[in-house]
């Protein structure tokens, strides 16, 4: 079956305009959880969605938002884009949401501010 | 407070030669410990997890993964390495659902 897919794969933005991510997770899975990957911070763990409610979320300013809709498929949103913004964003689904779960990583949007 | 370290940030191997990846973690409750391989540009794959049970595990491609509870420590093996190994290795701990702590990564380096 299909895996994660995250589109696009590569974006490009100006500082202070805003992007929406979209992630379509694995048929039959539930739980999407984003991360923000970056050269000197690594991987940053900003929110978990599972039916379309936000279970968990990082530490990361409100201009980071999500949502789920209710065929799992997510978005992420950041607004008023700042240079340290440009990361690879990725998106990981899960059929639940134990700490047990094992989690499909997409290959990610790589999101460029300038 | 939870964290995940991996001491090494990037190692050179010759080919055929064996490899330890290093992963140490903090973690108040039993950990759920995982490895990840991410390939440049790509996600990350899963390669090995470990729950409970014995605690040296089995992955893909060849790889092992030890838990120590007493060092605190999950290091990630391979008898042998191939060209193809080449990536970025990380070690994280289940927190919950689909988030984890990672570590920072060990970047490894396959020579002929």
């Known amino acids: 079956k299909a895996g994660v897919t995250q589109t696009p794969r590569y974006l490009i933005k100006t500082r202070g305009q805003q992007v929406t991510l979209s992630c379509s997770p694995i048929s039959g899975h539930r739980s999407v959880s984003w991360y923000q990957q970056t050269p000197g911070q690594g991987l940053q763990f900003l929110f978990e969605?599972?039916?379309?409610?936000?279970?968990n979320k990082g530490n990361f300013p409100g201009r980071f938002s999500g949502r789920q809709f209710s065929n799992s498929r997510s978005e992420m949103n950041v607004s008023t884009l700042e240079l340290g913004d440009s990361a690879l964003y990725l998106c990981?689904?899960?059929?639940?949401?134990?700490?047990?779960?094992?989690?499909?990583f997409g290959q990610g949007t790589r999101l460029t501010v300038v | 407070a939870q964290s995940v370290t991996q001491p090494d940030i990037h190692i050179t191997v010759s080919e055929g030669a064996s490899l330890e990846l290093r992963c140490n973690y903090s973690?108040?409750?039993?950990?759920?410990l995982f490895w990840y391989v991410q390939s440049p540009g790509q996600g990350l794959q899963l390669l090995l997890k470990y729950f409970s049970g014995d605690t040296l595990v089995q992955g893909i491609k060849g790889f092992e993964a030890e838990f120590k509870r007493s060092q605190s420590s999950f290091n990630l093996r391979k008898p042998s390495v191939h060209w193809s190994d080449a990536a970025e290795y990380f070690c994280?701990?289940?927190?919950?659902?689909?988030?984890?702590?990672f570590g920072t990564g060990t970047s490894l380096t396959v020579i002929p």
């Open positions: 990981a689904s899960s059929s639940g949401t134990g700490r047990y779960t094992e989690a499909f």
């Open positions: 994280a701990v289940g927190a919950s659902g689909n988030q984890f702590y």
């Open positions: 969605y599972f039916s379309e409610t936000q279970r």
């Open positions: 973690y108040g409750a039993t950990p759920y």
